[in-house]
């Protein structure tokens, strides 16, 4: 039951995705972090190794080693720590070869 609750948290409407429209989108308030959101196509695998179970797995390890007692994206004193949380996300997305980032490449000219 408690898992539950803490899926919902995650990815519920005031979950991850709604915290990174707003604090990372296009629209953002503040552009204090430079990240970028993850990839809404992502959450939609849910393979049994996929892109969305490294999310849940990532998520989980940072809930568990902060000792938070649940995800909590709304309460602004959790900015930072939801940022530490979204950038482990990404970098386990990143080494699980999910999530590539454009690279751009200047000629010698410019």
Known sequence: HERIQNLIALFGQ??????????LGRKAKLKKYP???IPSPLLHDRSRSGPLYTIIVSAFRTKSQSHWR??????PKLYD??????????????????????????DESV
């Open 14 to 23: 005031l979950g991850m995705r709604r915290f990174q429209d707003e604090h």
């Open 70 to 75: 649940n995800f909590n994206f709304v309460n």
């Open 35 to 37: 990240l970028l959101r």
């Open 81 to 106: 720590d939801n940022i530490a949380l979204l950038k482990r996300a990404e970098a386990d997305l990143i080494n699980g070869g999910y999530l590539t980032r454009p690279r751009v490449y200047f």
